[in-house]
């Protein structure tokens, strides 16, 4: 069998990153994903911010105006940004006392997201952007995580009714951070969730400081009820009810080339049987 890899040089990533008001980020989002090959946020519940990341091969668009200065992390704060068991010990609290959410997610924010600008090879950018290093060790408070991709022209009102619903509509309900944000452009695998349109994905964390079990599945039903509404499609590879894929519009045509190339199921596990025979 031959195989071609698609691959492109290395190149130079530019990111400025820091905190940017999520109204801000709602009111500009047009601007922010046109200005920057790579734009994301990671919001951060209860506190009105994201902490945004403007990534971009192009040295003269090095410097975002929207994102905040804030004073640069001094020893102390490096200190506590390199500390998860002092991350998992606040965030322990919140699990055994809900409502302290908000202190903990307005303390923190400030410490483990600092204003910074940095440069590096793509490779490594990237790398150090998804919460890993090099050699593929997680980084942080361990977490469960619900994640789902609408068309990205619904992402201004799914976000604001996400926030609503944790902020404003469920009075006991506290989320932890960071909530990440960020976007694709529409591919062709028919059961990729960002098929055929343009996406945004929104991924819902729940921390497990210290591997406790957590409470979170009436979270992440609300959460799916919400992102159903703008044709949600599950991360496959994350925590989600698998009872809900009939709005894969091209379910049918992957059904019909599953079946052509097996059609007597000799390759379809028992999950995939049950899952084909309920879509």
Partial sequence: VDVTLQCVPSFTCFVHEGPMKLDVLVDNLEYLQTTYSNFKAWWVPHTGYVHAF???????????????????????????????????????????????TPIVNQSLRPLIFP????????YLVQANLTGCNLKGEGAGVRFVACEYSIDARHTTTALLE??????????????????DIRFTSA??????????RSSCWIGLPYKRPFGISCEHEELFRLFETNMMKYGGRQHWGKSCDFSVLTFYESMPRFKEIRASFDPEGKFLTEFWANLLKET
């Fill in 162 to 179: 996400l926030r609503d619903m944790v902020e404003k509509q469920s009075p006991d309900l506290f989320l932890s951070f960071p909530v």
């Fill in 187 to 196: 591919d062709a695998s028919l059961l990729s969730p960002g098929f055929g």
């Fill in 115 to 122: 204003h910074k600008k940095s440069s590096g090879p793509s």
């Fill in 54 to 100: 403007c990534i971009t091969d192009d040295a003269t668009k090095t410097h975002e105006p929207l994102i905040e200065s804030t004073p640069h992390p001094n020893e102390y704060n490096q200190m506590i940004l390199d500390t998860t068991k002092l991350q998992e010990e606040m965030m322990a609290v919140t699990q055994r006392i809900p409502s302290s």
